[in-house]
């Protein structure tokens, strides 16, 4: 099964109603898609929920044929993430601090100083245009050039002159925070 591309598990599921390809694509890609939201909620629990989510969207109203099913499945969960953000910012989202982690060695200090700098993470990318966040999360994550112009839906060639700019307007939007916070 782990030979069939994406494309031919999408197919075998929407065609033939054949649920194990779905579970392959699951499997395949449910930590990246995880690991997006992750970054953007900065919450497990939040993060697996709206990964659960994403998948359900997949499973109930597969894709048209010929779609990228990893460009689709990260374009949806940035989209989700980025949804996330936007309403708790408009929910006036209270302050959380990260919790040390069993073994770390950090102290409650470093810990509160770590959850603060995530915080401030956040909410600098929740000022962003939505394009640039999305852009920005999803190279973090290691997403090509290709994959992040399908999901922001640009040319391939456009996309290093508008990460340029997002960088910019991050770097702007997390001092403007800082300024703010002094």
């Known amino acids: ?27 395949r890609h449910y930590d990246r898609v995880y690991g997006v939201l992750f970054r953007l909620t900065g919450t497990r629990q939040q993060a697996e929920d709206l990964a659960q989510e994403v998948f359900l969207k997949l499973y109930q109203r597969p894709m048209r044929r010929g779609d990228n099913v990893a460009g689709w499945l990260y374009r949806v969960a940035m989209n989700s993430g980025y949804n996330a953000l936007r309403g708790e910012k408009r929910r006036d989202k209270r302050e959380r601090f990260v919790a040390p982690q069993e073994g770390s060695g950090a102290t409650p200090e470093e810990s509160a100083i770590r959850g603060e700098t995530r915080e401030q993470v956040r909410a600098a990318l ?23 112009a399908e999901i922001v839906g640009v040319r391939e060639t456009s996309v290093g002159t508008l990460l340029s700019r997002a960088q910019s307007a991050f770097v702007e939007a997390y001092e403007s925070l800082e300024r703010g916070q002094l």
Not at 126 to 148: C, F, H, N, T, W
């Open 126 to 148: 929740a000022r962003l245009k939505p394009r640039d966040a999305k852009l920005l999360v999803g190279r973090e994550m290691g997403l090509s050039y290709k994959q992040l």
């Open 1 to 27: 099964m782990s030979a069939l591309s994406d494309s031919m598990l999408l197919r075998r599921f929407r065609d033939e109603g054949d649920e194990t390809s779905f579970e392959e694509l699951f499997t």
